[in-house]
Nanobody, 121 residues
Framework: QVQLVESGGGLVQPGGSLTLSCRTS????????MSWYRQTPGKGRELVAE????????NYEDSAKGRFTISRDNGLKTVTLQMNNLKPEDTAVYYC??????????????WGQGTQVTVST
């Protein structure tokens, strides 16, 4: 079955960096555009970044541009989000899933457990 396992979150000071990883299985990863999303209490999930099937295209939410980098490894079936110059407003639970999951639903009907990122002094 589909599995999405996010990791790499934690507590970091403003200006710091984190690298989030998502290990996947159970679907044709190399044929699936992937995205990172985040959710804060009281708000719905929002798109952070997306990467096309073969990494030819990436797209970022405005506040992530210039600070975050999404990448993928089709051989390892993983997708990574490198986050630099983190700000308190980046505090959220981060999830990976297929592109357009907010409208199409999570791949295989699921979302992973997410990984908590907290940016604070």
């Amino acid at each position: 079955q589909v599995q999405l396992v996010e990791s790499g979150g934690g507590l970091v000071q403003p200006g710091g960096s984190l690298t989030l990883s998502c290990r996947t299985s159970g679907f044709d990863f190399s044929e699936t555009a992937m995205s990172w999303y985040r959710q804060t209490p009281g708000k719905g999930r929002e798109l952070v970044a997306e990467v096309s099937k073969w990494s030819s295209r990436t797209n970022y939410e405005d506040s992530a541009k210039g600070r975050f980098t999404i990448s993928r490894d089709n051989g390892l079936k993983t997708v990574t989000l490198q986050m630099n110059n983190l700000k308190p407003e980046d505090t959220a639970v981060y999830y990976c899933n297929r592109a357009f999951a907010l409208s199409l639903g999570g791949i295989g009907g699921i979302w992973g457990q997410g990984t908590q990122v907290t940016v604070s002094t």
